[in-house]
């Protein structure tokens, strides 16, 4: 979890290349970062309070949207892990 957190922040930094941006550093894939940075201290709230439902559902969308969703966009022609694999 916190490796999830210091990854998403450490990503905040990082400007944005390729395709538009936003006050000429964050683009698209940054809005993952920030469904990281609220729904892990989401989730984790909700598993102390012992909401599991709610807490399942963050994870679900930390999974789908940080990680399956970000993971693609790192993929795409141009980035580095693209030029690497292919």
Do not use: C, E
Request: charged fraction near 5%; hydrophobic fraction near 55%.
């Amino acid at each position: 979890m916190l490796l999830m957190l210091s990854t998403a922040f450490i990503t905040l930094f990082m400007t944005a290349q390729i395709g538009p941006t936003l006050l000429n550093h964050f683009g698209f894939i940054h809005l993952f970062s920030f469904v990281v940075l609220y729904s892990v201290p989401a989730a984790f709230f909700a598993a102390r309070k012992k909401d599991y439902t709610t807490h399942q559902y963050n994870m679900i969308g930390v999974y789908v949207g940080g990680i399956l969703i970000a993971g693609g966009f790192a993929f795409a022609p141009g980035r580095l892990l693209h030029t690497w694999l292919f």
